[in-house]
């Protein structure tokens, strides 16, 4: 091309003056095809930098679709689904954005189905297929005192079978020890023998209730119970005890009762010493995060070490010159985080935070912005490819989902523009901080209070207030304060800094008990259906991760999800996996229980799930129920007609004929035995056998709704390791309405084998 002449038309391609190669140019031609779907083409262009957020959302994705659905055809299906999907875009895209990113999104979210299906094959263990009393000889694993309960927690490892060997032995085993009945020396590594009544790890109580059977064998227990005296100790541990109970006994005698609890959890991790009453109120007033060492925690102590290590080491002027001062220091920082994980045990949540806190002083390092969302979402992929299980935990969805919405509530131009540093008077830059605090609580409250609703059936209203207070006061006051105390101690002189640190803590402590006893200070509603809290994720998500306008769209499923959780009744009956314990809703809405004595767990699970903040009543001493020492029968009025609810409550079976005459005037029987085959209610047969296969229930009577523990045909491996046969769980006519059994056959024995799923 001669030199002067005007550049080529649009469109015209041009040589390369290096490779000779025609370059194509940016304008479109005639000759080239015009991309497909422009204005979604468009909007990812302008999103480009915010794409590669949705891959751990895929990979997260395909861990939830594993625990959602039942059986392995489906987990493969989904797996081919979105490999095949994958393979599709990539072999009709034609350039733009669009097709890369759904191959992506489609691998992403086949390997978060198959990774968590292998992480859940090689995790377990064997469990025991039924409750025994045992004497065994095991090695001692852990050994966690537990003083508020007077008990001491220890996780085994069976060596040796004394009186007869389990027919499927679990290798890893939880007791727990009255602290009178545990010998001194027992610590990690030490042998002993003890006899102990075992059981496998328990199934939710009820629909929405604690999962524990799937948290222990992703944990490798196979058996929990409780151990009786004498525990004999037939060799100690080579190393006696770890740094972290001595450490944790240490502050347990500067500091008595829950004060000293809650500054060993926030050393060491343990919180066995807090009392009820008080761990409840920081549950109610919003503060229990604070007791489970986490993102504050390794925050607080990162950003400590970070200004000591820097104002100390800018004392050496070679440092300062060289420039190597805040690498130095960011490295530091990074051991304390990382001795600090090691020290509070390295639960997954302190693993988490940990991992976090390297990432941004690696940031830091590079002269990178440290906070960020790729910070975030790099997070989140690391811990879901190392422990994909604790996606579905409260813990992993808690913490990410207030990191993500404190870093995209402050990455938004309008907030940064409201908050960004300033020339102002000093009463006008705490005002601006304090807004900010309030800002950033009110939205982590809005974000985190669907997840504390699905999990734990509570959301509290004070709880932003509570923690613009509480979280400045542990981070600034108490984990300094704690720290030069333990400090201090080296050379005894630490009397004055723990009481101090006593006078914060119970600082903190008078702030929950005041913010959980304010009136309407937390919320209870039923548990919400799993279709609703997905709604709410997928909109927050959404709202989040995008930038331009189309994010406001994110709205429209998550006040869905919202609405339907809202709308769902809670249940006017509950029935525990076993039979034994019965919550039925009474004619005021009160919740009364069957049996007169039921322990404060049941207690609080059914109360929790039927979503009633008051302590049940009695079911024998309600006006419309009529009760013997044997069952009872209740009258409800409900949908428009009368419901006689029939349920056995003791260990003596009524007479035979009797029976038979009461479960055809029922329309439902609940027992915690086999109940002779003539005993055949109106409706619905809620027998050992029947309850064995669906597990614990929840039943709405108006729309003749039940909603069941277990899933026909569920397949995952702490279920079938519970060695439970499951039939086919059939749909039957409800009385009203709905598709199922006719009426004539209702009366029939065969009947007896149906029962509601929803």
């Not at 006994?249 to 009762?257: C, D, P, V």
């Not at 010159?321 to 600090?340: H, K, N």
Request: charge should be positive.
């Amino acid at each position: 091309m001669r030199s002067g002449s005007s550049a080529p038309p649009a469109g015209v391609a041009t040589l390369s003056p290096d490779l000779g190669q025609p370059i194509p140019a940016f304008a479109e031609t005639t000759d080239q095809p015009r991309p497909r779907y422009g204005a979604i083409e468009r909007w990812l262009e302008a999103e480009r930098d915010q794409i590669v957020l949705w891959l751990p959302v895929c990979l997260g994705t395909g861990v939830i679709l594993w625990f959602a659905l039942p059986d392995p055809r489906l987990w493969i299906a989904t797996m081919l689904a979105a490999a095949g999907t994958a393979a599709f875009a990539t072999a009709f895209s034609r350039g733009g954005r669009l097709a890369p990113s759904i191959a992506i999104g489609g691998v992403a979210l086949a390997f978060g189905v198959g990774s968590v299906w292998v992480h859940a094959e090689h995790a377990g263990a064997p469990v025991l297929p039924r409750a025994m009393i045992v004497r065994f000889e095991a090695r001692v694993v852990q050994a966690r005192p537990l003083p508020a309960r007077d008990l001491i927690r220890l996780t085994l490892a069976p060596t040796r079978w004394l009186d007869r060997r389990p027919v499927s032995a679990p290798t890893r085993i939880r007791v727990n020890l009255t602290t009178s009945d545990a010998p001194r020396g027992l610590a990690p590594g030490a042998i002993i023998a003890l006899r102990a009544r075992l059981m496998s790890p328990a199934p939710p109580a009820v629909p929405g209730a604690y999962d524990f059977a799937r948290v222990a064998w992703f944990d490798g227990l196979g058996a929990t119970g409780r151990g009786f005296a004498p525990v004999t100790i037939l060799s100690g541990a080579a190393a006696g005890e770890g740094l972290r109970v001595r450490l944790t006994r240490h502050i347990h005698a500067q500091l008595g009762g829950s004060v000293g609890g809650i500054a060993a959890a926030l050393a060491t991790g343990d919180t066995g010493a807090i009392g009820e009453d008080d761990a409840e109120a920081m549950r109610r007033s919003g503060l229990a995060h604070l007791l489970s060492v986490s993102g504050l925690h390794i925050t607080a102590a990162v950003a400590i070490t970070m200004l000591l290590a820097s104002r100390l080491l800018a004392l050496s002027r070679r440092l300062a010159l060289t420039g190597r001062v805040p690498l130095l220091a960011a490295a530091t920082a990074a051991s304390v985080a990382i001795g600090y994980t090691l020290l509070t045990g390295s639960e997954v949540p302190t693993i988490r935070s940990c991992i976090a806190a390297l990432l941004v002083l690696a940031a830091m390092a590079l002269g990178r912005e440290a906070i960020t969302l790729r910070l975030v979402a790099a997070g989140a992929l690391i811990v879901l490819l190392l422990w994909p299980e604790s996606l579905v935990g409260p813990s992993f969805q808690l913490s990410f989902a207030a990191v993500t919405t404190i870093v995209a509530l402050h990455e938004h131009p309008v907030v940064r523009g409201w908050f960004m540093k300033r020339d102002e008077a000093w009463v006008a830059s705490v005002a601006r901080g304090g807004a900010s605090l309030l800002l950033t609580g009110v939205a982590i409250e809005v974000a985190l209070m669907p997840i504390a609703i699905y999990h734990f059936h509570r959301a509290g209203i004070y709880g932003a207030v509570a923690n613009i207070v509480a979280i400045p006061l542990t981070t600034f006051v108490v984990m300094p304060l704690e720290a030069l105390a333990l400090l201090l101690d080296i050379a005894g002189l630490g009397a004055p800094a723990w009481w101090l640190t006593g006078k914060a803590l119970a600082l903190l402590l008078w702030i929950a008990r005041t913010t959980a006893a304010a009136p309407g200070a937390v919320t209870m509603l039923p548990a919400m259906p799993g279709g609703a809290y997905a709604l709410i994720a997928a909109g927050g998500l959404w709202l989040a991760l995008w930038r331009t306008r189309w994010r406001l769209l994110g709205l429209a499923p998550s006040l869905a999800g919202a609405a339907w959780a809202l709308a769902t009744p809670a249940p006017d009956l509950l029935v525990t996996g076993d039979g034994r314990h019965v919550a039925i809703r009474t004619a005021r809405g009160d919740l009364a229980l069957l049996r007169d004595r039921a322990g404060d767990y049941v207690r609080d699970t059914l109360a929790e799930n039927a979503g009633s903040d008051d302590d049940p009543l009695l079911l024998s001493e309600q006006p419309d129920a009529r009760c013997t020492r044997d069952a009872c029968l209740v009258v409800r009025e409900s949908g428009g007609r009368r419901w006689r609810i029939l349920a056995t409550r003791s260990p003596y079976l009524p007479p035979w004929r009797r029976l038979i005459a009461a479960c055809r005037d029922a329309d439902i029987v609940i027992s915690d035995r086999r109940l002779p085959r003539g005993c055949v209610p109106r409706w619905l047969l809620l027998d050992r056998p029947a309850l064995a296969r669906t597990g614990g229930l929840a039943l709405t009577l108006a729309s003749g709704r039940v909603t069941t523990v277990r899933t026909p045909g569920d397949r995952h491996p702490w279920v079938e390791a519970t060695d439970i046969a499951a039939d086919d769980i059939d749909l039957p006519q409800s009385p009203t309405g709905g598709a199922g059994l006719p009426a004539r056959q209702r009366n029939r024995p065969e009947s007896r084998r149906h029962l509601v799923q929803s």
